[in-house]
Nanobody, 128 residues
Framework: QLQLVESGGGLVQPGGSLRLSCAAS????????IGWFRQAPGKEREGVSC????????YYADSVKGRFTLSRDNAKNTVYLQMNSLKPEDTAVYYC?????????????????????WGKGTLVTVSS
């Protein structure tokens, strides 16, 4: 059974860092584009960052550019989102998603195409 499991969320002070992980089971992650999305209370879900199968192409939302770094370790079947200089507005549930149709990282992250497989999410709270 194809499954994505996020971890690494928690409470952090403004300016702090967290690293989210997304571990895949039941399928080989290297055949899938991967995305991180987030949804804050009362807001629509937004694409944070998306990465191509090889890791050669990465898309970042303007709100996280320069602060977040998305990487993948296909050997470990895991994707990582390193989040630095966190702000209160980064508070949200973060979801990992995967899709094998390879429509392109920006198209997934901007919502032009939906990703087929989703994890259950991990909560990130940025507060003092």
């Amino acid at each position: 059974q194809l499954q994505l499991v996020e971890s690494g969320g928690g409470l952090v002070q403004p300016g702090g860092s967290l690293r989210l992980s997304c571990a895949a089971s039941g399928f080989a992650l290297n055949y899938y584009d991967i995305g991180w999305f987030r949804q804050a209370p009362g807001k629509e879900r937004e694409g944070v960052s998306c990465i191509s199968t090889s890791g050669g192409t990465t898309y970042y939302a303007d709100s996280v550019k320069g602060r977040f770094t998305l990487s993948r370790d296909n050997a470990k079947n895991t994707v990582y989102l390193q989040m630095n200089s966190l702000k209160p507005e980064d508070t949200a549930v973060y979801y990992c998603a995967a899709d094998s149709r390879l429509y392109g990282t920006s198209r997934y992250c901007t919502g032009d195409y939906g990703m087929a497989h989703w994890g259950k999410g991990t909560l990130v709270t940025v507060s003092s």
